[in-house]
């Protein structure tokens, strides 16, 4: 049995996060993914480096982790710990991006992300893939998705602007969102 | 996009829950038997002297056996739905079905004359067998690849022969109840063929569709 979430811990506090966000709290669930994104970043660079692709786009392979995480977020179980699920799901997403780019991906199943705090910034650059792909969307999806995620609109703006109800606003973008984790699957923007 | 534009994005859409692995599995496999059992009657259904058939032993294995290979694998399949589970602990228990059909060999070739060996193991029904047992499983297939679709197996590959397993054993439960052929010599061959074809037929399945 693998031990349970410490109290207290880091990795508690997020594991508490998740769950209010599984619980419908999309405060917290935010608060979990600004909180995961440094730690990914840092996964990704040294991922990347150490196959030696270079990290120039490790930002693409955050967003696209960040995608899966939120796609399967329903598979982590909440008396388990944290952590390792988050690992694997990075660890499989970056496989995944190697394999893409022809490496052989040698990545170590445990202790990948750090919960310690980190002085890494945000670039201020934005990763390009995503915008790539959105364009690939189909008509009602494309449309919705770049409105929501490149635009900012919110999903009950965006219904009014469409004319749709906002609970086919809500499918189209699920829908264009799990399209969007296809696409990379299918070789990304390349 | 910037990944705080992306974080967003996410938050709008979590209000939109995927059904969780368990649950999927749960409904998968409750429909499945439904659908396997409808499709069962409709077509087969027992055979005629059921009432007496389930007072020997030699019929009631089909069923343990059958039944033990469906319920194992369903247990292993709920560990593989998760990212984070490289090997499940229940992995085991996959063992358990071959087992008990390895011991039910034993005891039939202890007590039958040799002779008797070659006509059991062909049997009356090898074909059929072999036919109606993937057929059963088909619907219970596509209903646990789908339930494996809201997972997030490492192996797709794997996941999809594990839900082969499942949807095989339930097939075949299905079919031993119509079947004459009791012998476990006959089930060790032919059930074993169909339940590999079911399960070949889930792992290329799976290793496309499970994909995340």
Redesign the interface.
């Known amino acids: 049995m693998p031990p349970a979430n410490k109290p207290d811990s880091p990795e508690a506090a997020w594991a508490e996060l998740m769950r209010a966000?599984?619980a419908?709290n999309?405060a917290a669930?935010?608060q979990l993914?600004?909180a995961i994104?440094p730690r990914l970043r840092k996964f990704a660079v040294n991922g990347l480096l150490r196959s030696g692709i270079g990290n120039a786009d490790a930002?693409d392979v955050?967003?696209e982790i960040?995608?899966?995480i939120?796609?399967?977020?329903?598979?982590?179980?909440q008396d388990?710990p944290f952590l390792?699920?988050l690992?694997?799901?990075a660890r499989?997403k970056l496989i995944d991006v190697m394999r893409r780019r022809g490496r052989r991906a040698e990545v170590p199943?445990e202790g990948l992300i750090e919960i310690l705090p980190d002085e890494t910034q945000?670039p201020e650059t934005?990763?390009s893939e995503?915008?790539k792909l959105?364009s690939r969307l189909d008509g009602k999806q494309q449309t919705v998705?770049s409105s929501?995620?490149?635009d900012?609109h919110?999903?009950k703006d965006t219904a009014a602007a469409l004319g749709m109800s906002e609970g086919a606003v809500?499918?189209a973008?699920?829908r264009g969102?799990k399209r969007l984790?296809e696409l990379y699957?299918e070789g990304g923007a390349a | 996009?910037?990944?705080?534009?992306?974080?967003?994005?996410?938050?709008?859409?979590?209000?939109?829950?995927?059904?969780?692995?368990r649950r999927a599995f749960l409904i998968a496999v409750i429909a499945g038997v439904l659908i396997a059992g409808g499709a069962f009657l409709m077509t087969l259904g027992p055979r005629h002297d059921f009432m007496q058939a389930i007072r020997t032993l030699r019929f009631d294995f089909k069923f343990v056996v059958t039944i033990v290979l469906a319920a194992s694998a369903l247990l292993v399949a709920r560990d593989m739905?998760?990212?984070?589970v490289?090997r499940s602990r229940m992995r085991m228990l996959l063992l358990a079905a071959p087992v008990l059909l390895v011991i039910a060999v034993a005891l039939e070739l202890y007590t039958v004359p040799q002779d008797q060996w070659m006509p059991r193991l062909i049997g009356q029904n090898m074909r059929f067998c072999t036919t109606m047992i993937p057929l059963f499983a088909l619907g219970p297939l596509a209903l646990l690849l789908w339930a494996f679709r809201?997972?997030?197996p490492?192996n797709p590959a794997r996941a999809g022969a594990v839900a082969g397993l499942i949807a095989g054993g339930i097939g075949a439960a299905f079919y031993a109840a119509h079947c004459f052929d009791d012998s476990p010599l006959f089930v060790a061959t032919w059930y074993t063929l169909a339940i590999g074809l079911v399960t070949g037929l889930g792992a290329f399945i799976g290793s496309r569709l499970l994909?995340?």
């Not at chain 1, 939120?70 to 179980?77: I, N």
């Not at chain 2, 990944?3 to 995927?18: K, Y």
């Open positions: 966000g599984l419908g999309a669930y935010r993914l600004e994104a930002e955050v967003q960040l995608l899966a939120h796609l399967k977020r329903q598979t982590w179980m388990q390792p699920w690992n694997a799901i499989h199943i945000a934005s990763a995503l915008n959105v998705v929501i995620s490149l900012g919110s999903i809500r499918v973008f699920h969102l984790a699957r | 996009m910037k990944t705080d534009d992306l974080i967003a994005s996410l938050t709008a859409d979590a209000p939109v829950q995927q059904t969780p692995p739905a998760r990212p984070e490289h809201s997972g997030a490492e994909r995340w």
